[in-house]
Nanobody, 125 residues
Framework: QVSLVESGGGLAKIGGSLRISCVAS????????MAWFRQAQGKEREFVAG????????SYAASVKGRFTISRDDATNTVELQMAGLKPEDTAVYYC??????????????????WGQGIQVTVSS
């Protein structure tokens, strides 16, 4: 079993920055991939960014590429998402997820076995 606990987030202005973090505990050998998904009100959950161990492979959704940066520290079992150039459409509940998949970064939520509780990010003027 893997436990994921998110922190950070909150309210940001348009064009501003925020950082969210996630710490994994338990069977961290099952966190070959750690990723962030988000779900806006009334919409489906979508992939945002993901990273394999040691950041060997990272992947980003087209909507956040160039604005968001994912990083992970395997020594502390932490993954962070640095968000910049925030837009109102980035407003969502952000979820940390972990997968034991050993090849690449899956983009579909079904490939992830463990999920955090979610953390709200709100972008407004």
């Amino acid at each position: 079993q893997v436990s994921l606990v998110e922190s950070g987030g909150g309210l940001a202005k348009i064009g501003g920055s925020l950082r969210i973090s996630c710490v994994a505990s338990g069977r961290t050998d099952k966190t070959a991939v750690m990723a962030w998904f988000r779900q806006a009100q009334g919409k489906e959950r979508e992939f945002v960014a993901g990273s394999t161990w040691r950041g060997a492979i990272t992947s980003y959704a087209a909507s956040v590429k160039g604005r968001f940066t994912i990083s992970r520290d395997d020594a502390t079992n932490t993954v962070e998402l640095q968000m910049a150039g925030l837009k109102p459409e980035d407003t969502a509940v952000y979820y940390c997820a972990a997968s034991g998949v050993m090849v690449g970064v899956p983009l579909n939520s079904g490939a992830y076995d463990y999920w955090g509780q979610g953390i709200q990010v709100t972008v407004s003027s």
